[in-house]
C-alpha cells in the first residue's frame, strides 16, 4: 500500500510540475487569471492567445486593465506599480487584490490504511477505498505583488456512498497557492475516526474563467494513514 501511495504522489507531482511550467497567465486588476502564450507587451495593450486556444485568434488587452504576467520562465512583469514615496525614500508595493471566493463541487476517493482500516471494516463493515463527494468553499484572502495568495478552504464530504454507508468529513485549510499554481494546505480535519490534523498540496487549472483543482490530502494518525485525492471545479464568485 504505501509503494502504491508513493507511486500516486510521484504520478501526481510530475503532472503538475509539467502542467503549470507551461503556460503565461496574465493577472487582471479584478483578480481574473488568464492563461494564456503573451505575444506581445505593447505600449497600451497586450497581445496574446489563450491557452485553451492556441490556434485560435489574437487577442488585445489594456495595460491598464492588468495587474501582472507571470511568465512560464518562472518570471514576472508587474504594471502600474505605484510610484517612488518620496517623503522617506521606500517604493511603495503595488496594492493587494482583492478578497474573492471560488466554490463549487468536490469528488474523489480516500484510501485508508493501519489498524484504522481494520476498524473500518469491523464497526462498519467498509472496505478501505471510500469515494468522497462534497463541495469546496475558497476564500482568496489576499494575493501579494510576487502572485503569491492567501487561501482558506472549508471542505465538508461525504464518504463511502458507493458502499452504502454515510462517514462525513469536515475539513478546514489554511494555506498558501504560489504564482505558479502549486498550492500547500494544513488544518483540522473531523470524521467518524475522530479529530485529527490533514495536510493538503496540489494545483489549479484554469480554462475559460473555470478552475479545476486538483488536491493530494494526507492525514496522518496513530492508527493509520488516510491518503485522499480530490478534483472538481469552481468559479468567482463575489
Not at 505575444?39 to 501582472?68: C, H, T, W
Not at 518570471?75 to 487584490?97: H, L, Y
Not at 476564500?139 to 454515510?166: A, C, H, V, W, Y
Amino acid at each position: 500500500m504505501k509503494k502504491f501511495i508513493f507511486l500516486l504522489f510521484s504520478i501526481f507531482s510530475f503532472f503538475v510540475f509539467f502542467r503549470v511550467q507551461a503556460q503565461d497567465i496574465i493577472i487582471k486588476k479584478n483578480a481574473e487569471e488568464i492563461p494564456a502564450k503573451v505575444l506581445e507587451v505593447e505600449i497600451e495593450v497586450i497581445k496574446y492567445k489563450r491557452q485553451d486556444n492556441l490556434e485560435g485568434p489574437v487577442i488585445s488587452i489594456s495595460k491598464a486593465d492588468v495587474f501582472m504576467i507571470k511568465y512560464a520562465n518562472g518570471t514576472k512583469e508587474v504594471f502600474n506599480a505605484a510610484p517612488a514615496n518620496t517623503t522617506n525614500n521606500k517604493v511603495q508595493e503595488p496594492p493587494i487584490i482583492e478578497m474573492i471566493r471560488l466554490n463549487g463541487p468536490r469528488l474523489g476517493f480516500t484510501v485508508v490504511t493501519g489498524r484504522l482500516a481494520d476498524r473500518l471494516d469491523d464497526r462498519l463493515n467498509a472496505g478501505p477505498v471510500l469515494s468522497q463527494f462534497g463541495w469546496q468553499f475558497e476564500t482568496r484572502l489576499f494575493t501579494t505583488d510576487n502572485g503569491t495568495s492567501g487561501l482558506f478552504e472549508f471542505i465538508p464530504l461525504i464518504g463511502g456512498l458507493e458502499q452504502g454507508k454515510f462517514l462525513p468529513s469536515l475539513n478546514g485549510l489554511i494555506g498558501l497557492r504560489g504564482a505558479k499554481g502549486l498550492e500547500f494546505g494544513v488544518g483540522p480535519n473531523v470524521s467518524v475516526a475522530g479529530a485529527a490534523l490533514a495536510f493538503a498540496f496540489g494545483t489549479t487549472f484554469q480554462a475559460r474563467n473555470i478552475n479545476y483543482p486538483v488536491n493530494v490530502a494526507v492525514v496522518p494518525g496513530n492508527q493509520g494513514l488516510r491518503f485522499s485525492l480530490l478534483v472538481g471545479f469552481n468559479a468567482r464568485r463575489n
